[in-house]
């Protein structure tokens, strides 16, 4: 083929025919360069800045209205406020129908808020990215050995039960939202409706299960008269009393049988009553009728001769120790095969403890109690706790006080679960022999045995207790039906980067004032639960992050404050209303490919002020005594935290510590229970992280991947050890745990 002359220079290299060519192509290259440096000066400043401003905008709702003119050539009408208003309120059934849709969403806005994705690229698949609510992982906790627990006082064995995976639905009410504070003010306010259904298939199977779990309603504290107490302290107390009462009674009624021994017992004692009276302070009839022998029960066979017609399974046992003077002088631990334990008259350490032992009580504070103890009408427990206040506080020195309450915890608590013929007698449904018995009440009143659904409130359920008629329930799955309403910042005007979804209401409260007891001492707090701040009060504030957002650097045109190492960000947790502070530990993390700003947990907003009562007029703060990692919530979980106090306490799953945190350095509440990992799903293999970590990427600061941990305990009061004679130490006993889990992709 025969080339162009002006190319082939006749054969001639070209600069040699025309050095004009050396100079066009300089010209060219210059041209070239020219509009290389031109483009790039465009990108950095056009087309960076429309991308940059793009991410910007998206991630705020300015107003409600704005649905034209707003586009971006990146990210397009993601930048609309009236859009991404619109999409704000759609319902997550109908986010998954619009994700589950093979057509692509109208706007942007609506793309993101459904999750949509293009089946055809790499990750998108259908329905497994189509979520039905934000996905929440619910662990129970079954315990294993209430038997041993409740007579000897054993360590507490939970199992941990494989997750029911659930999903949290929202339907935020349009009606609802305050329209002209979102554009006038920059405040989103709204009521919204929340329900948990499944997350995938149905696991209906697992919420039917059965655990046995610590009865949060009588482990409860209540103000009565003035003074806390415990409710099951107050119920071991009282019905040690009433059965001794029946057993006074029961023994003056035998003895009327048998005139010989009743007259011996006159003679002796001066009457029945006194000699009952006698026993339970120095063990005078049973060391008279048996040589010494101080146990009720050791001297059983010997009442059967004189009343052939006694049930000896009516008496107490000796490890309950069910008088004063038994368990003074250690009867539990000192008593033989046959329960006998007897006095030494030739034993100067004996002799010397029953001085010790008499010397405990005066004379007239003998009579009171034993007046007490026969005269109360036990039925009727509120009088009766009433009238047991009166005597501890009025009439008893402060020694004989604790003197007679340690005797009466010991003997109620290993009553209540171990002497049926007491046990029974108040709660006739754990009578096995009983047409009334009940198997959910096999470890009344300390535990009880629900399903899973009853204990998370999922669909509303509950469990019915027969004693107090109550529904006991944590509730944490309860279905929420126009619940009150909640404030978030969303516009991009709000200083300090508040607009990325900051909260001023939660749950109808800018604050809650049950977090401080100067707070809830106030007249305001006892009418409707508000109060004002001041130096002794400080309530808890709904305030900080929503998680969905950190502030970003939106390349040096937002903030680099966050996006470096050990950067702290405040997060608010509703479910506990109180703020978590995480911190920034590594920043471009490469994740699946992204470069993400790795946040993990540092400390959680415990209530330790004013612990050693340095702090001029205040309380002291409600966690200085929680025990490690633990967070009280008695107060803000209780129905009327005027008159009462639920145990409850928040902690990381399994008790893990954050090293550093504020928690005051008390009992580490993991020591004092063995838990027994799940099986059975792939979140229970392998090494396990029950930590709070999210990821988010730096430039816009959105959330892309993140998990939010949280473990509900309820704390276990000390109970008899019937091997000891002692108490036991205090616990927490999980209940269960969630896995609140997003993440952006994939």
Same mark, same amino acid.
């Given at each position: 083929?025969?080339?162009?002359?002006?190319?082939?220079?006749?054969?001639?290299?070209?600069?040699?025919?025309?050095?004009?060519?050396?100079?066009?192509?300089?010209?060219?290259?210059?041209?070239?360069?020219?509009?290389?440096?031109?483009?790039?000066?465009?990108?950095?400043?056009?087309?960076?800045?429309?991308?940059?401003?793009?991410?910007?905008?998206?991630?705020?709702?300015?107003?409600?209205?704005?649905?034209?003119?707003?586009?971006?050539?990146?990210?397009?009408?993601?930048?609309?406020?009236?859009?991404?208003?619109?999409?704000?309120?759609?319902?997550?059934?109908?986010?998954?129908?619009?994700?589950?849709?093979?057509?692509?969403?109208?706007?942007?806005?609506?793309?993101?808020?459904?999750?949509?994705?293009?089946?055809?690229?790499?990750?998108?698949?259908?329905?497994?990215?189509?979520?039905?609510?934000?996905?929440?992982?619910?662990?129970?906790?079954?315990?294993?050995?209430?038997?041993?627990?409740?007579?000897?006082?054993?360590?507490?064995?939970?199992?941990?039960?494989?997750?029911?995976?659930?999903?949290?639905?929202?339907?935020?009410?349009?009606?609802?939202?305050?329209?002209?504070?979102?554009?006038?003010?920059?405040?989103?306010?709204?009521?919204?409706?929340?329900?948990?259904?499944?997350?995938?298939?149905?696991?209906?199977?697992?919420?039917?299960?059965?655990?046995?779990?610590?009865?949060?309603?009588?482990?409860?504290?209540?103000?009565?008269?003035?003074?806390?107490?415990?409710?099951?302290?107050?119920?071991? !107390?009282?019905?040690?009393?009433?059965?001794?009462?029946?057993? =006074?009674?029961?023994? +003056?009624? #035998?003895? @009327?049988?048998?005139? &010989?021994?009743?007259?011996?017992?006159?003679?002796?004692?001066?009457?029945?009553?006194?000699?009952?009276?006698?026993?339970?302070?120095?063990?005078?009839?049973?060391?008279?009728?048996?040589?010494?022998?101080?146990?009720?029960?050791?001297?059983?066979?010997?009442?059967?001769?004189?009343?052939?017609?006694?049930?000896?399974?009516?008496?107490?046992?000796?490890?309950?120790?069910?008088?004063?003077?038994?368990?003074?002088?250690?009867?539990?631990?000192?008593?033989?095969?046959?329960?006998?334990?007897?006095?030494?008259?030739?034993?100067?350490?004996?002799?010397?403890?029953?001085?010790?032992?008499?010397?405990?009580?005066?004379?007239?504070?003998?009579?009171?109690?034993?007046?007490?103890? !026969?005269?109360?009408?036990?039925?009727?427990?509120?009088?009766? =706790?009433?009238?047991? +206040?009166? #005597?501890? @506080?009025?009439?008893? &020195?402060?020694?004989?006080?604790?003197?007679?309450?340690?005797?009466?915890?010991?003997?109620?608590?290993?009553?209540?679960?171990?002497?049926?013929?007491?046990?029974?007698?108040?709660?006739?449904?754990?009578?096995?022999?009983?047409?009334?018995?009940?198997?959910?009440?096999?470890?009344?009143?300390?535990?009880?045995?629900?399903?899973?659904?009853?204990?998370?409130?999922?669909?509303?359920?509950?469990?019915?207790?027969?004693?107090?008629?109550?529904?006991?329930?944590?509730?944490?799955?309860?279905?929420?039906?126009?619940?009150?309403?909640?404030?978030?910042?969303?516009?991009?005007?709000?200083?300090?980067?508040?607009?990325?979804?900051?909260?001023?209401?939660?749950?109808?409260?800018?604050?809650?004032?049950?977090?401080?007891?100067?707070?809830?001492?106030?007249?305001?707090?006892?009418?409707?639960?508000?109060?004002?701040?001041?130096?002794?009060?400080?309530?808890?504030?709904?305030?900080?992050?929503?998680?969905?957002?950190?502030?970003?650097?939106?390349?040096?045109?937002?903030?680099?404050?966050?996006h470096k190492v050990n950067a702290e960000a405040r997060l608010f947790v509703g479910q506990i209303f109180s703020a978590a502070t995480l911190k920034n530990v590594e920043i471009d993390f490469d994740w699946r490919g992204v470069k993400v700003d790795r946040w993990t947990l540092a400390d959680i907003d415990f209530r330790t002020e004013n612990c050693d009562g340095s702090e001029g007029n205040g309380s002291p703060g409600i966690d200085c005594d929680s025990p490690r990692g633990t967070f009280n919530l008695g107060y803000f979980s209780s129905p009327d935290p005027t008159t009462t106090r639920v145990p409850v306490f928040a902690s990381l799953p399994h008790f893990t510590l954050v090293a550093g945190s504020s928690s005051r350095e008390n009992y580490h509440p993991g020591d004092r229970v063995s838990i027994v990992s799940c099986t059975g799903d792939a979140e229970c293999e392998g090494t396990r992280d029950f930590t709070v970590e999210i990821y988010t990427e730096p430039i816009s600061g959105a959330l892309l991947n993140g998990q939010q941990r949280l473990q509900l305990n309820i704390a276990f009061p000390p109970t008899a050890n019937g091997e000891t004679g002692g108490m036991t130490e205090e616990l927490l006993m999980p209940a269960f745990w969630l896995n609140k889990h997003q993440?952006?992709?994939?």
């Amino acid at each position: 083929m025969k080339q162009a002359a002006w190319y082939t220079c006749g054969g001639r290299c070209p600069p040699k025919c025309n050095p004009w060519v050396y100079f066009i192509l300089a010209i060219v290259c210059l041209v070239f360069a020219i509009v290389a440096i031109v483009f790039a000066i465009l990108s950095k400043t056009l087309f960076e800045a429309q991308l940059i401003d793009g991410v910007n905008k998206a991630r705020f709702i300015d107003n409600t209205f704005q649905t034209t003119d707003c586009s971006n050539m990146f990210v397009g009408d993601a930048t609309c406020s009236g859009l991404a208003y619109q999409a704000w309120l759609v319902n997550s059934a109908d986010a998954r129908d619009i994700c589950l849709s093979s057509s692509t969403p109208a706007t942007k806005p609506l793309e993101s808020a459904s999750g949509w994705c293009d089946t055809s690229k790499d990750g998108c698949v259908k329905p497994d990215v189509c979520l039905r609510g934000v996905p929440h992982d619910f662990y129970a906790f079954n315990v294993t050995n209430p038997a041993e627990v409740l007579k000897n006082g054993a360590k507490p064995v939970v199992q941990e039960l494989r997750p029911v995976h659930a999903a949290q639905t929202q339907e935020r009410i349009e009606a609802s939202v305050d329209v002209d504070k979102w554009n006038n003010e920059g405040i989103a306010h709204w009521n919204e409706t929340n329900t948990f259904v499944f997350a995938d298939k149905d696991e209906t199977n697992l919420l039917q299960q059965k655990v046995i779990v610590p009865h949060v309603g009588l482990l409860s504290t209540v103000t009565q008269a003035g003074q806390q107490l415990n409710t099951m302290e107050t119920l071991q !107390m009282l019905g040690l009393c009433g059965t001794y009462q029946q057993l =006074a009674n029961l023994v +003056i009624t #035998l003895a @009327k049988t048998a005139p &010989s021994i009743e007259g011996i017992i006159n003679r002796t004692f001066g009457d029945t009553r006194s000699a009952m009276k006698a026993q339970y302070f120095d063990a005078g009839l049973t060391r008279f009728l048996g040589n010494q022998e101080i146990n009720v029960e050791a001297i059983g066979p010997q009442l059967k001769i004189v009343v052939p017609q006694l049930d000896l399974s009516m008496l107490p046992p000796s490890s309950m120790a069910i008088d004063y003077f038994a368990y003074a002088f250690g009867c539990v631990a000192k008593q033989d095969a046959n329960h006998s334990c007897k006095f030494n008259p030739d034993s100067q350490a004996d002799v010397d403890l029953e001085k010790k032992i008499n010397g405990t009580f005066s004379v007239t504070s003998k009579d009171l109690i034993f007046n007490f103890i !026969m005269n109360t009408n036990f039925s009727d427990t509120t009088s009766a =706790a009433t009238q047991l +206040i009166l #005597l501890q @506080k009025g009439s008893l &020195s402060p020694s004989e006080a604790a003197a007679w309450i340690a005797q009466l915890n010991y003997a109620g608590s290993y009553g209540l679960a171990n002497y049926d013929t007491m046990r029974n007698t108040l709660f006739p449904y754990t009578n096995k022999s009983s047409p009334a018995y009940d198997p959910d009440y096999e470890f009344y009143p300390r535990f009880i045995r629900m399903t899973v659904g009853q204990m998370l409130g999922w669909d509303n359920q509950a469990f019915r207790d027969r004693f107090t008629g109550l529904p006991i329930t944590l509730g944490f799955a309860k279905p929420v039906t126009n619940g009150a309403p909640t404030e978030q910042y969303r516009s991009s005007k709000i200083p300090d980067w508040k607009g990325l979804d900051y909260f001023k209401m939660y749950n109808g409260q800018t604050q809650n004032c049950a977090f401080d007891r100067d707070c809830m001492a106030q007249d305001s707090f006892k009418k409707d639960r508000t109060c004002t701040a001041n130096a002794a009060c400080t309530p808890n504030y709904a305030a900080g992050w929503d998680a969905k957002f950190i502030p970003g650097t939106l390349n040096g045109k937002g903030t680099d404050e966050y996006h470096k190492v050990n950067a702290e960000a405040r997060l608010f947790v509703g479910q506990i209303f109180s703020a978590a502070t995480l911190k920034n530990v590594e920043i471009d993390f490469d994740w699946r490919g992204v470069k993400v700003d790795r946040w993990t947990l540092a400390d959680i907003d415990f209530r330790t002020e004013n612990c050693d009562g340095s702090e001029g007029n205040g309380s002291p703060g409600i966690d200085c005594d929680s025990p490690r990692g633990t967070f009280n919530l008695g107060y803000f979980s209780s129905p009327d935290p005027t008159t009462t106090r639920v145990p409850v306490f928040a902690s990381l799953p399994h008790f893990t510590l954050v090293a550093g945190s504020s928690s005051r350095e008390n009992y580490h509440p993991g020591d004092r229970v063995s838990i027994v990992s799940c099986t059975g799903d792939a979140e229970c293999e392998g090494t396990r992280d029950f930590t709070v970590e999210i990821y988010t990427e730096p430039i816009s600061g959105a959330l892309l991947n993140g998990q939010q941990r949280l473990q509900l305990n309820i704390a276990f009061p000390p109970t008899a050890n019937g091997e000891t004679g002692g108490m036991t130490e205090e616990l927490l006993m999980p209940a269960f745990w969630l896995n609140k889990h997003q993440t952006a992709f994939g």
